[in-house]
């Protein structure tokens, strides 16, 4: 075997081992030789223009694929940058390798340029965090990366990899690469504890099942199919599970959206919630009634009881618990309930259905969203970003696609700025077919430079700007807190985003009327550039989500 560097060890392990054949990432002078394997193994590599957009979009190529997500960080700015990324990925439970330089270890604590103690700052934020020291190693550490990645509860990791071992040469014979490992590691519940399952989900009367993202990386659709099919219970599947069964399907209560499921938790009498965890969108589980029966199920058993006890806990993938429970229970036909469900939650948002139906004059967002769907239909991906714009996004689309509908803003980080990439990573991941991205005003303006990065890439991706000219949420709370006549740092006033990405190279429609959505929106999915449509809604318009974060955050 010939000589290799240290470098070109990540490229060819990447491709051969893990098969990777795409990345993200921006080039610096630690990494040169890790570039230069891209090249050498043919990755193909997407250069953003922040390493926090690139973290992003490993962690929503995960999402997207349900495989591990690469980026690569050059050290010191390189890394800052891309820690929201890795803090938002740890909180969504995405798992994400990184590939980070270092500053030259001849030159620690030396003042050597960029010199950071990076793996302390990171630790917290990672399942797994380390610096490889020797050449031969290399393939080694990535192994126990991607390992650490995926096993057991997933999440982002951290490789440091410095240049002294990056540019200097190895036999290859002596820097062997590991076989990818495939085994399986599945916890089975104890039989007593499906047992005890089933018989509350076989009595229950009035039964929901709510599913998050463990349901999405559990790739369980058979199971969770055959799991509402025979318990015939209503079900919403909320985060990155939302999709694994699709948002029409007849048991689903999203054509309710929110309502229907607060409706749902209200009356339900045994509420089975998988892959989720009882966070404060759902009031750290005081939303549930005290005498309501919990089924949790989860790949971490410290989960099973937090926040509220569960009467019966099934610890492990989710696919693997309905596998076992499925045989014990009894098919049931709880149309009654289902039926008496949504009439309660459609008398409660009968308002709301009818401004979707309702041209009006400024465009209220709602009405944005049904518009939008009218347009792109149910087989499209919708990534959306925003405060108020996530709630009118999330209850406003639907899509048939696992992932096909979500909102990274909604997330335990409530990390604003992630659809722009989560949308390239979109269509990246699917290029054939249709990615709407759609856009708070605000939170554009965190990754808005990309659209440079989709043109270069040609990555045709159509976002659309809810621009109610303000931090909608922030400016809204205010409002109810402190008065409209003392507002502070939360109004934006009318920008033409749509001029910059037309300077980009991208295509550009501005709308202030409500006849010309559907049209703005034909022409950009026909210019098959990166586009953006830009329509200005009605600033006054207040989601229940503000609601609900001014009453999180209420001292009382």
């Known amino acids: 075997m010939g000589m290799i560097n240290g470098g070109h060890l990540v490229g060819k392990y990447l491709k051969e081992v893990e098969k990777v054949e795409i990345v993200f990432g921006i080039s610096g002078g630690h990494l040169e030789s890790i570039l230069d394997s891209f090249t050498e193994y043919r990755i193909r590599t997407i250069d953003v223009r922040h390493e926090q957009a690139a973290a992003m979009m490993a962690h929503a190529w995960s999402v997207y694929t349900g495989k591990p997500g690469v980026c690569f960080l050059t050290t010191g700015p390189g890394f800052t940058n891309g820690l929201t990324g890795i803090a938002n990925a740890c909180l969504d439970n995405a798992p994400m390798v990184v590939i980070c330089g270092k500053h030259p270890l001849r030159d620690d604590l030396r003042g050597a340029l960029q010199e950071m103690n990076q793996l302390d700052v990171v630790k917290p934020i990672t399942k797994w965090a380390a610096t490889c020291y020797d050449i031969k190693r290399i393939p080694e550490y990535l192994a126990i990366a991607f390992r650490q990645a995926v096993e057991g509860r997933p999440g982002p990791v951290m490789l440091e990899l410095p240049p002294d071992i990056l540019n200097i040469k190895v036999d290859e014979s002596l820097a062997p690469m590991p076989s990818r490992s495939t085994r399986k590691y599945t916890v089975h519940p104890d039989d007593a504890d499906l047992s005890a399952a089933a018989d509350l989900i076989n009595n229950a009367a009035k039964p929901l099942f709510i599913g998050g993202t463990g349901v999405g990386f559990s790739s369980c659709e058979d199971c969770l199919g055959q799991f509402i099919d025979k318990t015939g219970m209503p079900f919403i599947l909320l985060n990155n599970g939302r999709g694994t069964l699709p948002d029409n399907h007849p048991l689903s209560v999203w054509d309710c959206g929110n309502v229907g499921l607060m409706v749902a938790i209200a009356q339900a009498d045994v509420i089975v919630i998988a892959g989720i965890r009882l966070n404060w969108l759902l009031q750290s589980g005081a939303v549930i009634p005290p005498a309501t029966k919990v089924v949790r199920i989860d790949i971490d058993p410290h ?34 309930w289902v039926t008496l469900l949504r009439a309660a939650s459609r008398s409660m948002i009968d308002g709301e259905l009818k401004i979707r139906q309702t041209a009006s004059d400024p465009i209220h967002p709602i009405r944005l969203a049904e518009q939008i769907q009218s347009c792109v239909g149910d087989d499209a991906f919708y990534v959306i970003d925003g405060g108020d714009t996530s709630y009118f996004g999330l209850v406003g689309f639907m899509s048939r696609h696992q992932a096909g509908v979500i909102s990274q803003s909604s997330g335990l980080l409530g990390c604003l700025g992630t659809g722009i990439p989560f949308a390239m990573a979109a269509k990246l991941a699917h290029p054939d077919k249709k990615v709407l991205l759609f856009n708070g005003d605000g939170s554009f303006g965190f990754n808005a430079m990309e659209f440079d990065t989709m043109v270069r890439h040609n990555i045709p991706v159509v976002c659309v700007v809810n621009n109610d000219c303000a931090w909608g949420m922030i400016k809204h709370t205010q409002e109810m807190s402190i008065g409209c006549d003392r507002l502070q740092c939360s109004e934006l006033g009318t920008r033409h985003y749509e001029k910059m990405v037309e300077g980009l190279g991208g295509h550009g429609e501005f709308v202030a009327k409500d006849e010309d959505i559907i049209p703005a929106l034909n022409r950009a999915f026909q210019s098959g550039k990166p586009a953006c449509v830009n329509v200005m809604t009605d600033p006054t318009v207040t989601s229940p989500a503000s609601v609900l974060f001014y009453q999180s955050l209420k001292m009382e």
């Open 303 to 336: 989960e099973i009881d937090r926040n509220r006890q569960a009467d019966a806990g099934l610890v492990g993938d989710i696919g693997s618990v309905l596998g076992q429970l499925n045989p014990l229970l009894v098919k049931k036909d709880r149309g009654e």
